[in-house]
């Protein structure tokens, strides 16, 4: 219809409207403000409708990518939604937080003579269309199993797996260690990116399919892997406990008051909400220099974090160029934007004390790009006698995450590589021992939300395959919460 | 879900609880920690797990009042709830049989030492008991402690009970008259542990210290309760709590627990909370 007489080209990808930089520094409210359906559907006539369309090939969950956007373009946003649900059950969030230009719109035949089309706000727009409307595509099975799944963390794995679970109507239990679930979504990633009431809409919407969530259960600590099975009656244990294991630097200082680790700067402000101390009771430290160290989204991140908690200057120290930096091209502009200073080819070395414990600065060193590395990226080597330091008085390093041992070390049988990540077969989530599984950043390490849910989601595929082959249950197994009965009687003191 | 069952008061402001919380009574070795939040808006925080019993799935807690996260747990009556308790967290206590083992506590972690003191004697260790205190006020779990040892010696600052004098000056003289000791534990706060570690090492005493740098999860994923010991970091949380006293690096734990002394005033300040205690 209208897209016949639109000539491919003709209509510009259409920006994003967003808070003004200057604004949105003083606030934790979301940067960009969505389409309105006007500019959707502007936007969605862009697409070709290609035969082969090349954008499902570069979705890591193959969402039906011109079917949803026809839906769009017909102004049906409810069957566009539906579209997207049939493959992606964290639409609002991925709409906010996937590297699109690495994946769908990399790929998109309007991108090779104009620009590719903007599928993840339209995949956005959509998502908050029957958000906004508390429409809710989850609807609970109609008929449910005799089996019995744990979930071992609430990050996008685990509530894909969850989900996916849910519908095909197993009984599901996530199991987090922190207070409230959601993984990276909740306590990493920052409110001006991905408003929490949006997690917490998604969560809810797993409730509604029957998953139950318990938190603060530390699997590895309240409860062994094989309890879960022979004392708690599961049948199947899905483990995506993510790579929450900062790496620091090993540098000298790095004990000095005033370092943080990105994960513990973003716990404090996002999950515990330091942002509003003293309303809220967990403070953070956010002197008036504050250096962030690397180069990713988790940098990105805490630079602009830290932007907003009033410092008078905040800089991202990098050690490779600008052209190296992992974070999102979206996201560095961003940072440029709202005043993050950028200092390229720039390595740390040493935490100046201020001679009572407390940070002072940064020593650094000059850096040259050498030949590429094993990544491909040219290597950065330090200029000899170019030591300088960068004074400040917080800092927060941001060189990556490994994996945390809690589960593994305590599961017998259950296999890890060289890095402490649980071995786990790409197409099923397998693991080397029966009945687990395993998806997302504790398999593959630190990588993106989406390969999370990806993985979560072929797990529960394999899952459910699994379950087939069991026998029949004989006798029901105790509920978890018969554990939990209290009783009386004495311990110390008499 | 935990739900305090009982509640005491021990000394002032130090406060005990036994709190409903089968999953972790069931799994709990000495040693270990639980963290809590108490409301809503409320901090996380560390507290070592004082006892347990599986049977009625109910743990014990001390706590002292020492900011505004403590204070509002002291504010909890019987029947109440804490809002969050995860655990039990960290690594337990090596217990096994050294010969004769000194349990040495400075004021609440008398606390802790007491699972500890009840398995080193249960696997047949001569357990000797050093209970240091401000005054006699301060001394809590005196009775307890002493169902669990061999030997029980007291040590407050102003002479008020026992020897006048540091725990660790107490310790010293036992050990020049000829007190044996094997292996000793020490658990109280940062100064007593590195008076405690600075006696044994003289005497090549192996040591074992449990630390409470500042936490916010508990599970390895902030970094936030590193601390310095033979020179490497360690995070507390899950490499710890317990760590060999003659390597750690008290002074830069000491300049970590005074991080946010400031935001604590303010806190405290704002909950109508008398700081300086
Ligand atoms: C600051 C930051 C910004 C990011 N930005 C982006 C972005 O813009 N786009 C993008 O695609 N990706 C981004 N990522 C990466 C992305 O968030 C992760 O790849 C993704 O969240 C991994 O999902 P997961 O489910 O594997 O694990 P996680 O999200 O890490 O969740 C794991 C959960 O398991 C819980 N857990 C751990 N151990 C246990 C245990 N023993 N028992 C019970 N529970 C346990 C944890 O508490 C946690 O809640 C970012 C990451 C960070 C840190
Ligand atoms: S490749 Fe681009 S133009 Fe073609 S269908 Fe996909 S989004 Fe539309
Ligand atoms: S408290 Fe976060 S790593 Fe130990």
New binding site residues.
Partial sequence: MARDKVKPGRVPRQPMPEQPASERVQNFGEVTLGFSAELAQLEAERCLMCKKPTCIDGCPVSIDIPSFIQHVVDGDFEGAAAKIFESNSLAAICGR???QEDQCEAVCVMGKKFEPVAIGRLERFVADYVRGRGLSLAKPPTATTERRVAI????????TAAGELAKLGHSVTI????HE?????V???PEF?LPKAIVAQEIGNLKTLGVQIETN?????TILIDELFDEEGYDAVFI?????LPYFLDIPGEDLNGVYS??EF?TRVNLMKAYRFPDSDTPVQVAKNVVVIGGG??AL??ARTALRLHPEKVSLLYRRSRAEMPG?NE?IEHAEDEGVVFQMLTNPVRFVDRGDGWLAGVECVRMELGEPDESGRRRPVPVEGSNFVVECETVVVAVG?GA?Q??ASTTPGLQTNRHGNIVAEESSGLTSREGIFA????VTG???????MGA?KKAAAAIHDFLQTLPPKTTEPPPLAAHLKPSSGGVLPP | MFTIVEKKILAPKVTWFRVESPLIAKRHKPGQFVLLRVCEEGERFPLTIADSDKRTGTIILVSQEVGKSTGLLAQLEQGESILDVVGPLGKPTEIKKFGTVACIAGGIGAAPLYPIAKKMLEVGNRVVVYLGARNREAIILQHELSLVSDRLLIATDDGSSGYHGVVSELLRQHIRLGESCDHATAIGPLPMMKAVCAVTREYEIPTIVSLNPIMV?G?G?CGGCRVRVDGKIQFACVDGPEFDGHAVDFDSLAHRLRMYRDQEKCAMERAGVPHGA
């Fill in positions: 937080v996937c590297p071992i963390g609430s990050g996008p794995a685990g509530l199991f987090e260690a922190l679930p959601g993984g990276v979504l306590y990493g990633i990116r259960v530390v699997i590895g600590r995506g406990t993510g790579a929450g990105a994960n973003l989204n988790t991140d805490a999102r996201e995450n945390n809690i589960v998806g997302g950043d504790i630190a990588a993106t939300v989406i390969l999370a979560g | 999860d599970t994923m």
